[in-house]
Nanobody
Framework: QVQLVESGGGSVQAGGSLRLSCAAYGPTYSVTSINCMGWFRQAPGKEREGVARINIFGITNYADSVKGRFTISQDNAKNTLYLQMNSLKPEDSGMYYC?????????????????WGQGTQVTVSS
């Protein structure tokens, strides 16, 4: 089993920045077997949507709505995933979740990720 713990959320004004972190915990063989991680978000009354994902090879993919503003990265030595969010907009507000899967063939489809964190709230005011 893998446990994911997010941090770094908060409240910020439009145009500001936040950096989210997601630490992976569990048996070494489980954590080191993770080959894809992603960030997802969900606003009240809306479906969960994929924001960005990165695989073990460093290949990234972003939702069109965040391209050029968000950057996903990972520190394999620390088993930690990051999401640098710049030029934040009110529509970026929501609960942000990190997710993990063992296969490197990953996408922004939330149904393909078996492991999820509890989420961290991001609120962007205008």
């Amino acid at each position: 089993q893998v446990q994911l713990v997010e941090s770094g959320g908060g409240s910020v004004q439009a145009g500001g920045s936040l950096r989210l972190s997601c630490a992976a915990y569990g048996p070494t063989y489980s954590v080191t077997s993770i080959n894809c991680m992603g960030w997802f978000r969900q606003a009240p009354g809306k479906e969960r949507e994929g924001v960005a994902r990165i695989n073990i090879f460093g290949i990234t993919n972003y939702a069109d709505s965040v391209k050029g503003r968000f950057t996903i990265s990972q520190d394999n030595a620390k088993n930690t995933l990051y999401l640098q969010m710049n030029s934040l907009k009110p529509e970026d507000s929501g609960m942000y979740y990190c997710a993990a899967r063992w296969s490197a063939a990953c996408s922004l489809d939330s149904t393909s990720f078996p492991y999820w964190g509890q989420g961290t709230q991001v609120t962007v005011s205008s």
